[in-house]
């Protein structure tokens, strides 16, 4: 059987993302649905799996699964399968693209709104790029709040200024970011 395309493997984490951000379970529901016509297209499915420190989306053949269950008789090789790490550190040996990347997004924050956004900004790509290796762009909920509650009245030393702002200095992230994407 055909491996699983690489376009449809981001499409399927992208929409898996976004199912975890939006506000009500109708519109999280929206987004799993689209996810599962898309990987079924490929006779695939989906699901997340939670670990200590990490979640995962865990792609794989629908074939392997019976009445909701895995069942690990039908597993002919487990290489199919593809794992997309959703929180937790990624691949670090992608660190370089992803600190490139950050601070592209950091720098048009400073260009756009300043330097104590840019600042912020800065302290955001740090945080994203050192502790999970990833895109700032793919921070969850989650990250964020570790960030904020954490990471930056610890480790950025901001000023009064960049405290009082830092919320919004993150939206800034989080829309160039989306268009860094589009």
Known sequence: MADLPDDVIEEAERLTRLAREVPTDEEAALYRDRRET???DHAFTARVREGDA???LVLHPEEWVEDGTIRPERIDDTDRAIEVH???P???DDWGIIEEHNRAVAR???EEHGDVHGANADAFADFMGNHYARRVGTATPRERAEFLTEYFV???WPSEEQKTVVELSLEHVERVAKEERS
């Open 154 to 156: 610890r480790n950025a």
């Open 86 to 88: 959703l929180s937790g």
């Open 38 to 40: 898309l990987l079924a």
């Open 54 to 56: 990490t979640e995962t």
């Open 108 to 110: 048009r924050v400073r």
């Open 90 to 92: 990624a691949d670090p």
